[in-house]
């Protein structure tokens, strides 16, 4: 979509504006607009009827808003064009604000958040099965692999993905959000964080958005900062205090980077969509650092993968 077809879109939901630009476009194939008329904005949100809905996304801000999560409040929803207005919380995502000052803060804030989201009763939503978890870390062996960089996928990742399956299955079940990372929490004007991009919310294991918070895909891991973090959390969430929370970001990490990596090659090899290619290489980085040293695959992805990645993203 251009902004000529969003402002026509805009007018007919009788939300005429000035202005739309653009914010960002999503791997589901959300695309986020900023509306603007005089000093007023709002955000269009697009989705392709054709390709999926709204639905799911206005049930959870719904119930988000009954347990006062923060969270954007849907103004207006027209299903028939696969249009949402939602409040505009501002740009200030916690890619744009974090730095060594207030990291911690914020990362902590995070964690309340979280926190907050996985406590929330008797929710009716999707749950993650075992099977669920092997076939999106499949991804990484299908898709990134032999698609994408034309490589057989090694036995030794087949190994790490019953593994990561295996542990997950026993971590604790809660509400997940499945992709709450600096992207998607939204630093408001009062220093409060929202979350966005809910609507794959699912009961999954616990360490997913763990990992998603605190092994992040735009800078490299670095353990030992996660200490105090993962501490906090352990104190204030459900976890037994005989867990070492570490492990649950670990196999939380694993799956989440096998998954995503797989992800975003079937975004570019579908969809032509490469705006996240440049993600990849500190994506599977991070994805080999949190592997146990013991395990095989480490020196395949090494030796192997990360040549080969390179390689292709030099290609294209």
Same mark, same amino acid.
């Given at each position: 979509?251009n ?40 955000v ?24 006062e ?17 939602? $409040?505009?919380?501002?740009?200030l995502?916690?890619? $744009? ?12 804030? @995070?964690?309340?958040?979280l ?15 075992r ?26 990742t087949?190994?790490?993905i $019953?593994?990561?399956?295996? =542990? ?39 360490g997913?958005?763990?990992a998603g918070?605190?092994l992040?895909?735009y ?12 501490k ?14 570490? $492990?649950l ?37 991070n ?8 395990w095989? @695959?480490?020196?395949?992805?090494? =030796? ?13």
């Amino acid at each position: 979509m251009n902004e000529k077809d969003i402002l026509k879109l805009a007018a007919k939901c009788g939300y005429p504006s000035q202005t739309a630009l653009a914010l960002k476009t999503e791997a589901s194939g959300r695309e986020y607009w900023r509306l603007i008329d005089k000093n007023k904005s709002v955000v269009l949100c697009f989705l392709d009827p054709q390709n999926g809905s709204h639905t799911q996304f206005i049930k959870i801000a719904k119930i988000f808003s009954d347990h006062e999560i923060n969270s954007p409040k849907i103004l207006d929803t027209f299903p028939e064009l696969g249009i949402t207005i939602q $409040e505009d919380l501002g740009d200030l995502n916690l890619l $744009e604000v974090a730095d060594a000052n207030n990291s911690l803060k914020l990362t902590l804030q @995070c964690l309340d958040l979280l926190i907050e989201i996985q406590a929330i009763p008797n929710l009716k939503i999707p749950s993650l099965t075992r099977d669920d978890l092997v076939n999106q870390m499949n991804l990484f062996n299908d898709i990134f692999c032999n698609d994408f960089l034309d490589i057989k996928a090694d036995s030794s990742t087949k190994k790490l993905i $019953e593994k990561a399956a295996d =542990e997950l299955s026993i971590q604790p079940q809660v509400n997940c959000h499945f992709d709450f990372e600096r992207r998607n929490l939204i630093l408001s004007e009062l220093d409060e964080i929202f979350v966005i991009d809910f609507q794959d919310l699912s009961r999954g294991p616990i360490g997913i958005d763990l990992a998603g918070i605190l092994l992040d895909h735009y800078r490299l891991a670095d353990f030992d900062e996660m200490i105090k973090p993962l501490k906090y959390f352990q104190d204030r969430s459900s976890i037994d205090s005989s867990t070492d929370p570490f $492990e649950l970001l670990r196999w939380g990490g694993v799956q989440r980077n096998l998954r995503i990596l797989g992800v975003l090659s079937r975004l570019y090899l579908n969809k032509g969509k490469d705006f996240r290619l440049r993600d990849m290489p500190l994506i599977l980085k991070n994805l080999i650092s949190v592997i146990p040293d013991n395990w095989i @695959c480490k020196e395949y992805l090494i =030796e192997v993968i990360e040549p080969k990645l390179k390689n292709k993203l030099l290609m294209l």
